[in-house]
C-alpha cells in the first residue's frame, strides 16, 4: 500500500506520510531530486517513509544502496558535483556514524573549500532519538556532532504538517541538510493540509504562547513540552512552548523575545545533557537576555549515559513532570543559591 | 588440441591458490547423499544434536516474540548450519564474535539461553559475561565485530597464546568499510582470524545483487591475499569442516582465512519486518527444502540408520526453560544506568542517579 | 636521535619530548602498553612523538599499521579486550573522523554495554587544532564530538610537565581516554622535572590566580589566557586562569569556586563557538553561580566557520587581545543590556 | 606431460578474466625500447611537452618551497608519466579527481598554475573553479575522494551524460574504507570511474609491506567483480594507453576499472618530511634511473631521432610566471572568512565578520 497520494483537504495524517508526501512531491516537481539510502526502494525503507516511492518513480530515482553509510553520503557528494540534488536516508542515528567522515570534512565544508564554486544541495535523512523500545544504537541523539560542525543546516520536526514543510524547504535548499525526524513521533496523526506555506526553514515557532516561563526545545520533546504546558496550568503556571525547528542556524529573535518577555527559561531534550544542545541554547540566553533573567536557564535533558535499553529508556527520556519539577525550581520565592 | 586441454572446466580446483572454488564446497548434498569426506560420525552427532536444540530454542523464541515477550529478534532459521558448524569448530581458547542474528551459534557456545535473552528483552544490551565463554557481545552496528576480532587475535598472538578469533558477518556487512580493514589488517599482521560470511541473499530487504557485483564475495579474499573459500552453508559436514581447517591454519601462524557460506534466512530480517514486500514465496519453499537440520538427518538416516532422538527430549527441556525464563516480567534496575559508564560513576553521575532515585521514590509516594 | 632518555633533574623540555618522555616510561613500566599508529614506527610520528619508541621497545610494541583509522581504533578496541593497553595516534584532528563510529559506538559503550565485564584502557591521541599554519583538515578543534559521548574521558594538555602526567595518567586509567595535544604547543618548552606527583586526572587546575575574572580554557589557549593575564595588569584587571585538563568529566568543584569568588567569567577556546565546548562551561556556570554572576559568562572562541587557511588562521584563532575585550565587556560598570 | 602443457607461465595472460596480468604492462622499457605497442608519435609528444612542462613545475614548486613561499608542497616528482598519462587520457567532458600529490595532474588538465599553488600558499583551500576544467578539488582525507568520483559518474549516467571519472589515490589510500565502498558502489552501479592507484611504495613513511599482504593491490579489484591492470607507472605510453582504454570501457558503458600503476615518489612525502628516516638513497638511486621523464626521451631519440626541445623553453616561461606570481606575499581578505559557510551568510556569521572587521579597524588605527 503507498501512502504518496493525499488529498489537499484537512485529514488525519501520520508525521510518516507528511514525510513520504514531501519526499513524493519533491521528486515530482524537480527531476534532480534522487532518493537513496539502505532499503528504501523495494521495502520503502524499515519505517516506511520512502514507501512507494520506487514503484512510482523509478529505480534511477530511488534506488536501494550497498550497505554502507560513508558510500551512499560519499556518493551523494559527487552527485550533488554534478547537478542532482540527493536525498539520502541513514536507516538509523548510530549508523550514520560511519558517514562522520564524509559529512564533517566534506558535505559541510565543499562549499567553503571552493570559495562558493562547488554546493552540496544534498539532505541526509536521520531518524533519531529514543522512545520506540529500540535496542542499543537504535536511539541515539546525535544533533550536537552535526550542529557544532559549521556549513551544515540542522533541522527537526515535530508535527506532520511542519515537517512535511521543512523536509519540502530542506530539499530545496543550497546548503547540505541533516534533518532529524523524531522515530518516537513517526504514528502521531494531526488533522492537518499538507502545504508550504509557513515559517522558513531557519525560524523558530511559538507552538504555544504563556507568560511564565519559555520552555524551548524542538523534535521528539515538543510534544512533551506541550503535554507539560497542559499539565502546567493546573499548578498555575504557563508555559510558553518554542519549537526551534532550526538548530543551526539558531532562530535568536524568537527564542530572545520571548525570554526576554517570561524572564524564565528551560531548555528540553533527550541528548544527554552534557556539552548537549541546551548547553548552548542556556549559554546564549544567559549572553543575550542576562539582566531579564530571574533564574538560571534550566535544562532537562537525557543523562550523560549511553541510551539505556527498552526497560529504562522512560527513566532516561524527558517527562512533563520532570520538566514541570524544572519550572517549580526557576526561584519563584526569589530564594538565593 | 589434445583430449585432456579440452577437459571440462573443473569446480573443485581454484584458478588461484587464494582464490575460492567456482562451485562452494559441498561434502553432503541436499538429498542427504555424501558427495565429499564428511566428518566422523562422532561429531555429526555433536552438530546433530547442537542443530536440533538451536533449531527448537530459535523456534521458541520466535513464538515468543509473536506473544510480544520480547523487544525484536532476528532468527537465525535457516542458518544453523552455519552457525552452529563454526561455533562447534572452535576450540575452548578460542573466540567468537557474533552479530545480533547469531544467537544460536553464541548458545551452542555455551552462553545461558535467558543470558543470549536479555538484550532482546530489553533488560539489558549484554546479558552475558563475554569472558566465561569468549563470546563477544552481539553486535549491531554493521562489520564493526570484524576489527574486534581481528585487535584480539592479534594480542593473543603477541603475548604468544594460541588463540582464534571467528567473527561473523552477513553479505550486507561486507559492503561496509571495517569489513575491508579488518581484512586487510589481519592479512598484515597475519593475525589469527577466520572471517565467516554468512550469505544469506539478503540484507533486510535489499538482495545480494544490489550489494556485490563479484564473482563471489569469497573472491573479495584474494585482494589482501588471504586464502578464501566458497561452500554450502546449509551443509553442516562442509561448513564445520572448513571452518575447523581454517582454525588450524590461523592457529599455526598461517595468517587469517575468508569464508563465504551460502544460505538463506527463513523467517523475516527481524519480527518486526515483513518479508512478503521483497521476496517471493516460491523462494522460500525453494530453501525450506534445502533444510540444513533435514540434510543432516537424511544423513543420518542413510542405509537406515535410526537418528538418535534424546536430542529432541533436551531441546524440549530448553524450550521450556526459556518460556518459564521468560514468563514473568523483568524491571531492571534505574541504578544500573550509572554504574558502569566508567570504571567509578563521576560526580554527575552520582548526582544523575541521587535525582532519578528520588524522583522514582516521589512517584512511588504519590501513588501510595 | 632519541629523545627518549631525560634526566630526572630540572631541564629545558618541550610538550613534544615529555610525551614521548611519558610514552617511554608508560611502555618500560607495564608489558601491556603498546603503541600503534600511522607512521608512529620507523618515522616516529609525523611530529615525533614516538620517536625512538620503535627501536628501543621492538615492532611487537610500537608499530606502524595499515592507513585506516576506524582499523586503528577498532582493533586496539579488540587488543584492549584480551588485556593490552593500546596507545593509539591519529595522525591529525580531522583524520580520527573515520574512526568515529568505533569511538562512539564501542569505544564509549563497551563498558556500560557490558555491565562493567569488559573494560576498554585504550588511549587514543590526537593532535588537533590550528596555529602551525597547517592546510585544511589538519587543524580541526573536535573535542565537543568526543566530549558530549558518554563513557569517553576527553584530556587535554597545555604544558610538557602536565602533559607527561596526563598522558601516564591516561594510559593507567581504566577507562578509553581521548588524548587531545594542542600542536602548536608542541615545541614550546619548559624548564621541569617529569613526574607524576600532581592533581589527578579529572582535576582543573588554577594556573595563575586573581581577583577580577576568571578565564577558563584548556589545550592550545591556556598560553594565550596566560597572556591575556599578563597583558591584563597593564590595563588593571587581575586575571585568574584555569586550566580545566579533564574536558569530561568536569570539575565543577575547582571553577565554580573561583567563579563564586570573581563573580565573572570568560571561557576559551580555539573551536567553533556554536556548540562548543564553551556553551557547557558558560551553561553550567550560570546554573551553579546565578547569583554570584556580576555579568554573563562571554565566551572567545573560533568563529563559526570551518578552520581558516593558514594565511588567515591567526584571524580564527582567540589572541590575549580579544580575551581582555572580553574581559572589559563583562559590565564593570553595571549598564543594562 | 606434453611440451605444452610444461610451457614457462605466461606472464601476459591473466588467470581470470578480472585479474591483472602477473607482471605489469609495459610498453617502453627502462631502457627505452619499445616491448609492447606504444602510442603513435603526435600522442608521445603531447605526453612529452606535458612531462617537460610538469617535471619543471614540480621542480619550481619544490625550489619555492624551500624558500618559504608555500605552507607545504607534496611533489609529483617521479610520478609524472602516471598523472600526465592518465589526464591526458581523459576527453574535455570527463573528470579528474585528484589528491593532494597530483598537482602536476591538475595543472596538466588546464588549471592555471597559480590557481594550483593557492591551496599550498595558505591563501585558500582551493584555487581553481573545480568547474572550469572538470577538476575536483585536490583532496586531502585519504581516499574520500573515491566516493565522490562514484557519485558523479553515476549521476552522469542517470542524466545519459557522457562523462568519465578518473580518481587517483596512492597505495595506502587503498587501505582505508572509503575506497573498498566506492569500488562497490562503482562496480553495483556500473559506474563510468577509473580508479587509479598510484602505488608509489610508501605511506609517509610506512613501506606497502606494512600496507597490504596482496599479490598486487590490483588483485583487490575481482573481488568487486572489477576488472583490473597492473601496469608499470613509469611507463608514460603503458598508462596512457591503458588509461585510455578503460575510459572508453567505462564510457561504454562497461562499468569501473581498477589500475594500479607500479612507481616513486623521489622527493620526501612533503617538504615538512624527512624521508631519510625510513628509505636507503639507494632506492632513491635505483628509481632516479628509472626516471619516467627519460625513458620517453630515450624512445624519442632512438634511432637518432631528435626530440623536440621548444617544450624546455615553454616549461622554462611557466616557472617564471610562478616565480613572478609567487614573488609578493599575498594576503587574502578576512572578510572571505564567512561568505561561503552557507548560501547566505547566517545573521550569527554576518555578527562576527562586523566584530572581525571592527577588530582590524581598531587595531589598524591603534598602529596608525
Ligand atoms: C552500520 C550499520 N548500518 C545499518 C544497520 C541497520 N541494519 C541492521 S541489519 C541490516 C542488514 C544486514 O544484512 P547482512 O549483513 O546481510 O546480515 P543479515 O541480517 O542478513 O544476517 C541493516 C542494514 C546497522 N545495524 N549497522
Ligand atoms: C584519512 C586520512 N588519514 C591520514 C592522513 C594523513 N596522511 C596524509 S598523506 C598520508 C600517506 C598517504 O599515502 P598514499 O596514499 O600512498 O599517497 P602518497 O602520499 O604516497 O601519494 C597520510 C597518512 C590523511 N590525509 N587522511
Ligand atoms: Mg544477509
Ligand atoms: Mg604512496
Given at each position: 500500500m503507498s501512502i504518496t497520494s493525499l488529498p489537499a483537504t484537512a485529514t488525519p495524517v501520520s508525521l510518516a506520510a507528511a514525510l513520504n508526501q514531501a519526499l513524493a512531491d519533491s521528486l515530482a516537481e524537480d527531476e534532480r531530486v534522487v532518493v537513496l539510502g539502505e532499503d528504501v526502494g523495494t521495502l520503502g525503507g524499515v519505517f516506511r517513509i520512502t514507501d512507494g516511492l520506487a514503484a512510482r518513480f523509478g529505480e534511477e530515482r530511488v534506488w536501494d544502496t550497498p550497505l554502507a553509510e560513508s558510500g551512499i553520503v560519499g556518493t551523494a557528494i559527487g552527485m550533488a558535483m554534478n547537478g542532482l540534488r540527493p536525498v539520502v536516508e541513514m536507516q538509523f542515528d548510530a549508523f550514520a556514524y560511519p558517514a562522520f567522515e564524509q559529512i564533517t570534512s566534506h558535505l559541510a565544508k565543499m562549499r567553503n573549500r571552493t570559495g562558493g564554486r562547488v554546493e552540496l544541495p544534498v539532505v541526509v535523512r536521520i531518524p533519531y532519538g529514543g522512545g520506540i523500545g529500540g535496542v542499543e544504537h537504535h536511539c541515539d541523539s546525535s544533533e550536537v556532532y552535526y550542529t557544532h560542525t559549521a556549513g551544515l543546516r540542522v533541522v527537526t520536526c515535530s508535527t506532520p504538517s511542519d515537517g512535511y514543510r521543512l523536509l519540502r524547504q530542506a530539499i530545496a535548499s543550497p546548503d547540505p541538510v541533516i534533518f532529524l525526524e523524531p522515530k518516537r513521533r513517526y504514528w502521531s496523526k494531526e488533522t492537518a493540509t499538507l502545504s508550504l506555506e509557513g515559517p522558513a526553514l531557519h525560524q523558530a515557532q511559538v507552538v504555544r504562547p504563556g507568560r511564565d516561563v519559555t520552555v524551548i526545545t524542538y523534535g521528539g520533546t515538543v510534544a512533551t513540552a506541550l503535554e507539560a504546558a497542559a499539565l502546567g496550568t493546573e499548578e498555575g503556571y504557563d508555559l510558553e512552548v518554542i519549537d526551534l525547528r532550526s538548530l543551526n542556524p539558531f532562530d535568536d529573535e524568537t527564542v530572545t523575545a520571548s525570554v526576554r518577555r517570561t524572564g524564565r527559561a528551560v531548555v528540553v531534550h533527550e541528548a544527554a545533557g552534557f556539552c548537549g544542545y541546551g548547553a548552548e541554547v542556556a549559554a546564549r540566553l544567559s549572553e543575550q537576555c542576562f539582566h531579564h533573567l530571574a533564574a538560571p536557564v534550566l535544562r532537562v535533558t537525557g543523562f550523560d549515559i549511553p541510551y539505556p535499553p527498552p526497560k529504562l529508556e522512560a527513566h532516561h527520556l524527558p517527562s512533563a513532570e520532570r520538566i514541570l519539577d524544572a519550572v517549580s525550581r526557576l526561584q519563584w520565592e526569589d530564594e538565593d543559591v | 588440441?589434445?583430449?585432456?586441454?579440452?577437459?571440462?572446466?573443473?569446480?573443485?580446483?581454484?584458478?588461484?591458490?587464494?582464490?575460492?572454488?567456482?562451485?562452494?564446497?559441498?561434502?553432503?548434498?541436499?538429498?542427504?547423499?555424501?558427495?565429499?569426506?564428511?566428518?566422523?560420525?562422532?561429531?555429526?552427532?555433536?552438530?546433530?544434536?547442537?542443530?536440533?536444540?538451536?533449531?527448537?530454542?530459535?523456534?521458541?523464541?520466535?513464538?515468543?516474540?509473536?506473544?510480544?515477550?520480547?523487544?525484536?529478534?532476528?532468527?537465525?532459521?535457516?542458518?544453523?548450519?552455519?552457525?552452529?558448524?563454526?561455533?562447534?569448530?572452535?576450540?575452548?581458547?578460542?573466540?567468537?564474535?557474533?552479530?545480533?542474528?547469531?544467537?544460536?551459534?553464541?548458545?551452542?557456545?555455551?552462553?545461558?539461553?535467558?543470558?543470549?535473552?536479555?538484550?532482546?528483552?530489553?533488560?539489558?544490551?549484554?546479558?552475558?559475561?563475554?569472558?566465561?565463554?569468549?563470546?563477544?557481545?552481539?553486535?549491531?552496528?554493521?562489520?564493526?565485530?570484524?576489527?574486534?576480532?581481528?585487535?584480539?587475535?592479534?594480542?593473543?598472538?603477541?603475548?604468544?597464546?594460541?588463540?582464534?578469533?571467528?567473527?561473523?558477518?552477513g553479505d550486507g556487512a561486507t559492503s561496509e568499510g571495517d569489513t575491508h580493514e579488518a581484512l586487510n589488517f589481519a592479512a598484515v599482521w597475519k593475525a589469527p582470524v577466520v572471517f565467516l560470511v554468512q550469505n544469506n541473499g539478503y540484507a533486510i530487504s535489499v538482495p545480494l545483487a544490489k550489494q556485490s557485483a563479484a564473482p563471489s564475495l569469497a573472491h573479495k579474499g584474494i585482494g589482501y591475499g588471504i586464502p578464501s573459500h566458497l561452500i554450502d552453508g546449509n551443509d553442516v559436514a562442509a561448513v564445520h569442516t572448513t571452518v575447523s581447517e581454517a582454525v588450524q591454519h590461523a592457529a599455526a601462524g598461517h595468517g587469517p582465512v575468508l569464508i563465504e557460506a551460502l544460505t538463506y534466512r527463513v523467517e523475516a530480517h527481524t519480527n518486526a519486518d515483513d518479508a512478503t514486500r521483497y521476496r517471493q514465496d516460491e523462494e522460500v519453499a525453494f530453501w525450506l527444502e534445502r533444510d540444513p537440520l533435514r540434510r543432516l538427518e537424511l544423513f543420518l538416516n542413510r542405509d537406515g540408520q535410526e537418528p538418535p532422538t534424546e536430542f529432541a527430549a533436551e531441546a524440549e527441556a530448553l524450550a521450556a526453560a526459556v518460556r518459564a525464563g521468560t514468563n514473568a516480567d523483568t524491571a531492571p534496575d534505574p541504578a544500573g544506568l550509572f554504574g558502569?559508564?566508567?570504571?567509578?560513576?563521576?560526580?554527575?553521575?552520582?548526582?544523575?542517579?541521587?535525582?532519578l532515585l528520588d524522583e522514582i521514590a516521589r512517584d512511588e509516594e504519590a501513588r501510595a
Amino acid at each position: 500500500m503507498s501512502i504518496t497520494s493525499l488529498p489537499a483537504t484537512a485529514t488525519p495524517v501520520s508525521l510518516a506520510a507528511a514525510l513520504n508526501q514531501a519526499l513524493a512531491d519533491s521528486l515530482a516537481e524537480d527531476e534532480r531530486v534522487v532518493v537513496l539510502g539502505e532499503d528504501v526502494g523495494t521495502l520503502g525503507g524499515v519505517f516506511r517513509i520512502t514507501d512507494g516511492l520506487a514503484a512510482r518513480f523509478g529505480e534511477e530515482r530511488v534506488w536501494d544502496t550497498p550497505l554502507a553509510e560513508s558510500g551512499i553520503v560519499g556518493t551523494a557528494i559527487g552527485m550533488a558535483m554534478n547537478g542532482l540534488r540527493p536525498v539520502v536516508e541513514m536507516q538509523f542515528d548510530a549508523f550514520a556514524y560511519p558517514a562522520f567522515e564524509q559529512i564533517t570534512s566534506h558535505l559541510a565544508k565543499m562549499r567553503n573549500r571552493t570559495g562558493g564554486r562547488v554546493e552540496l544541495p544534498v539532505v541526509v535523512r536521520i531518524p533519531y532519538g529514543g522512545g520506540i523500545g529500540g535496542v542499543e544504537h537504535h536511539c541515539d541523539s546525535s544533533e550536537v556532532y552535526y550542529t557544532h560542525t559549521a556549513g551544515l543546516r540542522v533541522v527537526t520536526c515535530s508535527t506532520p504538517s511542519d515537517g512535511y514543510r521543512l523536509l519540502r524547504q530542506a530539499i530545496a535548499s543550497p546548503d547540505p541538510v541533516i534533518f532529524l525526524e523524531p522515530k518516537r513521533r513517526y504514528w502521531s496523526k494531526e488533522t492537518a493540509t499538507l502545504s508550504l506555506e509557513g515559517p522558513a526553514l531557519h525560524q523558530a515557532q511559538v507552538v504555544r504562547p504563556g507568560r511564565d516561563v519559555t520552555v524551548i526545545t524542538y523534535g521528539g520533546t515538543v510534544a512533551t513540552a506541550l503535554e507539560a504546558a497542559a499539565l502546567g496550568t493546573e499548578e498555575g503556571y504557563d508555559l510558553e512552548v518554542i519549537d526551534l525547528r532550526s538548530l543551526n542556524p539558531f532562530d535568536d529573535e524568537t527564542v530572545t523575545a520571548s525570554v526576554r518577555r517570561t524572564g524564565r527559561a528551560v531548555v528540553v531534550h533527550e541528548a544527554a545533557g552534557f556539552c548537549g544542545y541546551g548547553a548552548e541554547v542556556a549559554a546564549r540566553l544567559s549572553e543575550q537576555c542576562f539582566h531579564h533573567l530571574a533564574a538560571p536557564v534550566l535544562r532537562v535533558t537525557g543523562f550523560d549515559i549511553p541510551y539505556p535499553p527498552p526497560k529504562l529508556e522512560a527513566h532516561h527520556l524527558p517527562s512533563a513532570e520532570r520538566i514541570l519539577d524544572a519550572v517549580s525550581r526557576l526561584q519563584w520565592e526569589d530564594e538565593d543559591v | 588440441m589434445t583430449s585432456t586441454q579440452e577437459s571440462p572446466h573443473d569446480i573443485t580446483a581454484p584458478p588461484h591458490p587464494l582464490l575460492p572454488t567456482p562451485a562452494p564446497v559441498q561434502l553432503i548434498d541436499p538429498a542427504g547423499a555424501a558427495v565429499g569426506p564428511a566428518p566422523d560420525r562422532e561429531t555429526l552427532l555433536r552438530l546433530y544434536r547442537a542443530m536440533v536444540i538451536g533449531r527448537r530454542f530459535d523456534t521458541q523464541i520466535t513464538a515468543l516474540t509473536r506473544q510480544g515477550r520480547l523487544a525484536v529478534y532476528p532468527s537465525s532459521r535457516g542458518q544453523e548450519a552455519c552457525q552452529i558448524g563454526a561455533a562447534l569448530a572452535l576450540r575452548a581458547q578460542d573466540w567468537l564474535f557474533p552479530t545480533y542474528r547469531d544467537s544460536v551459534a553464541v548458545l551452542t557456545r555455551g552462553v545461558d539461553p535467558l543470558q543470549v535473552l536479555v538484550s532482546f528483552r530489553g533488560d539489558w544490551h549484554c546479558g552475558y559475561d563475554p569472558y566465561e565463554h569468549r563470546v563477544a557481545p552481539q553486535c549491531t552496528p554493521l562489520a564493526t565485530n570484524t576489527l574486534h576480532a581481528v585487535g584480539l587475535a592479534h594480542a593473543a598472538r603477541l603475548r604468544r597464546e594460541d588463540t582464534v578469533a571467528l567473527v561473523l558477518l552477513g553479505d550486507g556487512a561486507t559492503s561496509e568499510g571495517d569489513t575491508h580493514e579488518a581484512l586487510n589488517f589481519a592479512a598484515v599482521w597475519k593475525a589469527p582470524v577466520v572471517f565467516l560470511v554468512q550469505n544469506n541473499g539478503y540484507a533486510i530487504s535489499v538482495p545480494l545483487a544490489k550489494q556485490s557485483a563479484a564473482p563471489s564475495l569469497a573472491h573479495k579474499g584474494i585482494g589482501y591475499g588471504i586464502p578464501s573459500h566458497l561452500i554450502d552453508g546449509n551443509d553442516v559436514a562442509a561448513v564445520h569442516t572448513t571452518v575447523s581447517e581454517a582454525v588450524q591454519h590461523a592457529a599455526a601462524g598461517h595468517g587469517p582465512v575468508l569464508i563465504e557460506a551460502l544460505t538463506y534466512r527463513v523467517e523475516a530480517h527481524t519480527n518486526a519486518d515483513d518479508a512478503t514486500r521483497y521476496r517471493q514465496d516460491e523462494e522460500v519453499a525453494f530453501w525450506l527444502e534445502r533444510d540444513p537440520l533435514r540434510r543432516l538427518e537424511l544423513f543420518l538416516n542413510r542405509d537406515g540408520q535410526e537418528p538418535p532422538t534424546e536430542f529432541a527430549a533436551e531441546a524440549e527441556a530448553l524450550a521450556a526453560a526459556v518460556r518459564a525464563g521468560t514468563n514473568a516480567d523483568t524491571a531492571p534496575d534505574p541504578a544500573g544506568l550509572f554504574g558502569h559508564v566508567y570504571a567509578e560513576p563521576t560526580a554527575a553521575l552520582h548526582q544523575q542517579q541521587a535525582d532519578l532515585l528520588d524522583e522514582i521514590a516521589r512517584d512511588e509516594e504519590a501513588r501510595a
